[in-house]
């Protein structure tokens, strides 16, 4: 099992900058892909990014594509989300998730909050 827990959520105005990090921990050998979702108030929960524990390889959704970017620490078994210009439409709660290697998200973190204000 992977245990994660995410942090760096707040309140920041409209574009401004705001980093997530996301710490796992237990069986951390066994990740293959790190990701960050979100869901905002009354909708689905959303794709953001993913990293590729080992080869770094990095994807984004397209309305965050420029704006954000994911990175990893191998060695602290952390991964950020580095938010700039932040819209008022990214307010959401933000989830880090992991991959063990069996081609699903199965461990999820608790979220944080991110409001964007206008």
């Known amino acids: 099992q992977v245990q994660l827990v995410e942090s760096g959520g707040g309140l920041v105005q409209a574009g401004g900058s705001l980093r997530l990090s996301c710490a796992a921990s237990g069986r951390t050998l066994s990740i293959y892909v790190m990701a960050w979702f979100r869901q905002a108030p009354g909708k689905e929960r959303e794709f953001v990014s993913f990293?590729?524990?080992?080869?770094?390889?990095?994807h984004y959704a397209g309305s965050v594509r420029g704006r954000f970017t994911i990175s990893r620490d191998n060695a602290k078994n952390t991964v950020s989300l580095q938010m700039k210009s932040l819209k008022p439409e990214d307010t959401a709660v933000y989830y880090c998730?992991?991959?063990?290697?069996?081609?699903?998200?199965?461990?999820w973190g608790q979220g944080t909050q991110v409001t964007v204000s206008s």
């Open positions: 998730a992991a991959d063990i290697g069996t081609g699903r998200y199965d461990h």
């Open positions: 990293i590729t524990w080992s080869g770094g390889s990095t």
